[in-house]
């Protein structure tokens, strides 16, 4: 009877505790998920200026980054290109891939309190196919935008388009009012400087050269988000300042490794107080090059293009310059993409082809040794730009070519050169982005030799590679897809509108004492309405 119970006590105890750890677990998760995540506080960005605040019609990180918080998009995505809801709480692809249906949040309004409707999605894909540097390339499919519900906006293409949900992220297809930027030249509207969005933060000020103040959108779509009063994007031209005030903590968050040099960025994924990370960039496929200016001789001649290609050294200027952040690049798609071509015609380094290919071409050197002159144009705001630009410089004097090196100011002074196609050589950053459509394509077709920067600004014309990028464009079937893009690499490589020699490897820095930063595939280039200042008020 004892041992009966001393069984039945030990049940009893036995049933009680793993009640009470299933009770404390069940507990904990719901005190973990209700969890409430502190309000309040200034997110200090680093990074640079930008030329207007409209991602609609101009291309590039240094208006992405406060355009995302200004302006809201269909869809976000998750680290693994998966879709997710932003503007659009759902959505819908038709069995033929030619209608692709968006229902919109309810309740959901731009700055001014007036509501955002299907008319505002279809009139954003009007401006953005006009106006973006590579908006015909990303929507020339489509064929009409039904907006006879305001909640919901379907996209008839004319055929079927693969690229087509990654290009409705906000950074691409941002969403503005129609009433603010319709009507009249709207690369002239006020709006611009001073926009009226849809996203998390509004606009508050812009002091040219210092910085730009966002605040808190208390009337954001998102419920309880965002969790920042303010964000206060910073401009500081000079490398070892930016280095410094991640240092101290006068700034929080330096994406894009906009820090200095490389140097910087290997002592400062040291330090405690920061987090670094190279999550957060796989969308856009980031790789630097040398675009050619092919209108004007020397330059349309391809003899001269790969004499220059053989002159530069990419092992090198990885190594040297970069400290082995990077990988050599060999062509006009990204080693990751999974459309590239390995077996491209490769250019090594070879000084003495060089001077062949150039006496072939017919610029023999004259009697001070010099064939003829080129510029070197970069983009600013990063130090391995301009040492780069200035080893080219020696590297071209090896076959007889003077080169002479433009420095600009600032990212606003280049862009207005570059877009004036004022340039023989111009070092440039640029992004593949999710699909060869929207990212790759825009830089080579014909159709998009633009005075705007992230165009076609080399004047590079080939029939046959036009064919092919449209064919690629809607052709269902990955392999044979495939099979275009790599005729696309073989050509491109082969005629060199292009010197591509760097696949760049960005780091993100950012201040431990804040959290919820964005790390799927768009990292920066997302709204910061996740971010929280852990002290809170």
Not at 250 to 278: C, N, Q, W
Not at 335 to 348: A, D, G, S
Request: glycine content about 8%.
């Amino acid at each position: 009877m004892k041992a009966d119970k001393r069984s039945w006590y030990q049940l009893i105890w036995v049933t009680l505790i793993v009640f009470l750890f299933f009770f404390g677990l069940i507990a904990g998760q719901a005190l973990a998920q209700g969890k409430k995540v502190p309000r309040g506080g200034t997110l200090k960005v680093l990074y640079l200026e930008p030329t207007h605040l409209n991602p609609a019609i101009v291309s590039g990180t240094p208006t992405g980054v406060p355009g995302m918080q200004l302006f809201a998009g269909l869809l976000q995505f998750d680290d693994k290109f998966q879709p997710r809801p932003y503007l659009a709480t759902k959505w819908e692809v038709s069995p033929d891939g030619r209608t692709y249906t968006f229902h919109l949040q309810k309740g959901a309004t731009f700055h001014d309190g007036k509501p955002i409707t299907s008319a505002d999605v279809a009139f954003s894909l009007e401006t953005v196919s006009k106006n973006h540097p590579f908006g015909v390339a990303m929507f020339r499919a489509v064929d009409k935008v039904d907006t006879s519900d305001p909640h919901v906006a379907i996209f008839k293409l004319k055929h079927p388009y693969p690229a087509f949900l990654a290009a409705t992220h906000p950074l691409l297809l941002p969403i503005i009012p129609k009433h603010i930027y319709g009507g009249g030249e709207i690369r002239k509207n006020p709006a611009n400087i001073k926009p009226v969005g849809s996203g998390p933060f509004k606009f508050v000020e812009w002091k040219k050269g210092q910085h730009i103040i966002l605040e808190r959108n208390p009337n954001f779509f998102r419920k309880g988000k965002p969790y920042l009063d303010r964000i206060i994007i910073e401009f500081i031209s000079d490398p070892a300042a930016r280095t410094v005030a991640l240092e101290t903590g006068a700034t929080h968050f330096v994406p894009y490794s906009y820090v200095g040099s490389p140097e910087d960025i290997r002592r400062l994924e040291k330090m405690p107080h920061l987090a670094a990370t190279t999550k957060g960039f796989e969308a856009i496929g980031a790789r630097g090059w040398f675009a050619i200016n092919t209108r004007k001789p020397p330059l349309n001649n391809v003899k001269v293009r790969k004499a220059i290609a053989h002159l530069m050294n990419k092992e090198f200027i990885i190594k040297e310059i970069y400290m082995g952040i990077g990988k050599t690049a060999t062509g006009p798609f990204r080693y990751t993409n999974p459309f590239y071509n390995p077996n491209v015609q490769k250019y090594e380094y070879n000084v003495d082809k060089a001077n062949q290919l150039l006496d072939e071409a017919g610029y023999k050197r004259g009697a001070d040794g010099t064939r003829f002159a080129l510029s070197l144009d970069w983009i600013p705001g990063v130090a391995t730009n301009q040492s780069t630009c200035e080893y080219l410089k020696e590297q071209l004097k090896k076959a007889g070519i003077n080169a002479s090196l433009r420095p600009v100011p600032d990212f606003p002074s280049w862009a207005a050169r570059i877009s004036k196609w004022d340039f023989d050589l111009n070092l440039d950053i640029v992004f593949d982005y999710p699909d060869p459509v929207i990212g790759i394509e825009r830089m080579y077709i014909s159709k998009n030799i633009k005075n705007l920067i992230w165009t076609n600004t080399m004047g590079y014309n080939n029939p046959e590679v036009d064919r092919l990028f449209a064919e690629a464009q809607v052709e269902q079937n990955f392999e044979k897809r495939k099979k275009l893009y790599h005729k696309v690499q073989e050509i491109l490589v082969d005629e060199l509108p292009i010197i591509w020699h760097l696949e760049v490897e960005y780091y993100l820095f950012y201040n431990r004492d804040f959290d919820g930063v964005p790390l799927d595939v768009w990292g920066p280039l997302n709204p910061y309405d996740t971010i929280y200042w852990k002290k809170g008020k």
